[in-house]
């Protein structure tokens, strides 16, 4: 599996950015997570292959969008209301599993992109 991230970069708290992550294979959940500097990588979104349905943290909730394209091979992450706790390293994550209500990420890991929110 080839992941190629995009997107990121740097805006002021209450701006929007958008990520996007192509996998060389369709029909498969993907997601996306974060890592800042210190602190463990974390679950930011989560799509599943069919896009219909989606997780999201409850700190993103309400204004981060995860949606993917028509192709199922590209996904995206609509970034709104930026904080400057959003700042951190987001990683796309291909093929993760589901156990109960916890994602599990798989070894797929597309390379990050760095998002820093000023405030």
């Known amino acids: 599996v080839q992941l190629q991230a995009s997107g990121g970069g740097s805006v002021q708290a209450g701006g929007s950015l958008r990520l996007s992550c192509e996998a060389s294979?369709?029909?498969?959940?993907m997601g996306w997570y974060r890592q800042a500097p210190g602190k463990e990588r974390e679950l930011v979104a989560r799509i599943s292959g069919d896009g219909g349905t989606t997780i999201y943290a409850d700190s993103v909730k309400g204004r981060f969008i995860i949606s993917r394209d028509n192709d199922k091979k590209t996904i995206h992450l609509q970034m709104n209301n930026l904080k400057p706790e959003d700042t951190a390293v987001y990683y796309c994550?291909?093929?993760?599993?589901?156990?109960?209500?916890?994602?599990?990420?798989?070894?797929?890991w597309g390379q990050g992109t760095q998002v820093t929110v000023s405030s």
């Open positions: 994550n291909f093929g993760s599993n589901m156990a109960g209500s916890r994602v599990q990420p798989s070894v797929y």
């Open positions: 294979v369709s029909y498969t959940a």
